[in-house]
C-alpha cells in the first residue's frame, strides 16, 4: 500500500479510456519476466492485456477478446507464450503429481493446459482464435514465442 500511496502521487493515466488506443490485445503467461507492452512498444491504454498460465487460448480468454473486439477497439491480438515456461516443462499428471507431493492437495479437476510442444500448442490457439466466430470479423491474430533470455519476440506462421 505504501508503494501505492508514492505511485498515486505522480499517477498521469487519467486521461486514459477504457479503448486500446493502437487496437492491439495481447494474451499472454503470468511470469513476471514479461512486460508485455515495454515488449510491444507500447504504454499504458494503449493495448489491453489477458494473462494466464501457459498464455492459452481458453474459454475465458475468447470471452474477453469478443468484448475487446466489438467493445474496446481490439482489431488485432497477439498471442505470446514464451521460453523457459513453466507450464511446458512437464505433462498435467507430473505437474498434479509435483503439487499433491510438496503440498499434499488433489488438483487433479483442474486443467492446467500444459503444453510439451510450445509451437504447435501455440498455432492451435492462433487458429482457435481466427476460426472462433463470435469475434468481430477482420480481426488480425498472430502468434510469437517470446524468448525470456533476450526480450525477442519470434513470430511463428500459424
Known sequence: MSANASYTKSFEHTHLTGVAKKGLAIVTCIDSR?????????????????????ARVTEDVL?????????????????????????????????????????GVDTRSVEFRTVLDQKAALIFDVQRIRS????????IVAGAIYEVETGKLDLIDA
Not at 515488449?39 to 499504458?44: D, F, I, L, N, Q
Not at 481490439?74 to 505470446?80: C, D, P, Q, T, W
Open 34 to 54: 514479461i512486460n508485455p507492452l515495454a515488449v510491444s512498444g507500447m504504454t499504458a491504454g494503449d493495448a489491453k492485456i489477458i494473462r494466464n498460465a501457459g
Open 63 to 103: 470471452r474477453t477478446l469478443v468484448l475487446a473486439t466489438y467493445l474496446l477497439g481490439v482489431n488485432r491480438i497477439l498471442v505470446v507464450p514464451h521460453t523457459d515456461c513453466r507450464m511446458a516443462k512437464s505433462d498435467e499428471a507430473a505437474l498434479h503429481a509435483e503439487i499433491f507431493a510438496s503440498h
Open 132 to 139: 472462433f466466430p463470435l469475434l468481430q470479423t477482420g480481426v
